[in-house]
């Protein structure tokens, strides 16, 4: 069964319940990593635990939700493996997973309700990765992340043979 961590801060909270239980009702296990509490508290801490958790591999995905679920995916985007995407609407949720392979989901409690949050959701579980040229692509931005130029140009340089992809 797939394993998702979720998480919040204190604004994020008022969703995660429903989300939770949305995430279980279509057959993934769910594991809160926190806030139990609505008492105010630093994003950071909650992007850190769950990226750490879906690069530990004991977690498949990750769900995380803020006010606007941008700090709390950028936080979780600064672990090493994890690509973490914000998303209002389902499209694009739908499209990290299949060209970029991501493997956060990021949404702010101020800016979706609960249907179109779980509209999003629900769009980003049911993609899977594409692979072929996006996986290049992905391979890049790995290439980036742990600072290795020559690994970057490598692929880069296979990419211009291809340009037509
Ligand atoms: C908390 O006030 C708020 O900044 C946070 O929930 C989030 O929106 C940050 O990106």
Same mark, same amino acid.
């Given at each position: 069964?797939?394993? $998702?961590? #979720?998480?919040?801060?204190? =604004? +994020? !909270?008022? %969703?995660?319940?429903?989300?939770? @239980?949305? *995430?279980?009702?279509?057959?993934?296990?769910?594991?809160?990593?926190?806030?139990?509490?609505?008492?105010?508290?630093?994003?950071?801490?909650?992007?850190?635990?769950?990226?750490?958790?879906?690069?530990?591999?004991?977690?498949?995905?990750? $769900?995380? #939700?803020?006010?606007?679920? =941008? +700090? !709390?995916? %950028?936080?979780?985007?600064?672990? @090493?493996? *994890?690509?973490?995407?914000?998303?209002?609407?389902?499209?694009?949720?739908?499209?990290?997973?299949?060209?970029?392979?991501?493997?956060?989901?990021?949404?702010?409690?101020?800016?979706?309700?609960?249907?179109?949050?779980?509209?999003?959701?629900?769009?980003?579980?049911?993609?899977?990765?594409?692979?072929?040229?996006?996986?290049?692509?992905?391979?890049?931005?790995?290439?980036?992340?742990?600072?290795?130029?020559?690994?970057?140009?490598?692929?880069?340089?296979?990419?211009?043979?291809?340009?037509?992809?």
């Amino acid at each position: 069964m797939t394993k $998702i961590a #979720i998480a919040s801060d204190h =604004v +994020g !909270i008022e %969703l995660k319940p429903a989300i939770m @239980a949305y *995430v279980q009702s279509l057959g993934y296990e769910v594991t809160d990593f926190g806030p139990d509490s609505a008492v105010r508290t630093d994003y950071p801490i909650y992007g850190k635990k769950v990226g750490e958790a879906v690069v530990s591999d004991d977690y498949d995905l990750g $769900i995380l #939700i803020c006010g606007t679920g =941008v +700090g !709390i995916s %950028l936080s979780a985007n600064k672990v @090493a493996g *994890v690509r973490a995407v914000v998303c209002s609407e389902p499209y694009s949720a739908q499209l990290s997973r299949q060209h970029n392979n991501t493997n956060i989901l990021a949404f702010g409690s101020r800016v979706v309700g609960l249907e179109l949050a779980k509209m999003i959701v629900k769009s980003w579980l049911d993609a899977e990765f594409m692979g072929g040229r996006h996986l290049r692509r992905v391979d890049e931005m790995g290439a980036i992340e742990a600072g290795d130029d020559a690994e970057f140009e490598r692929i880069r340089q296979s990419t211009e043979a291809r340009y037509q992809d």
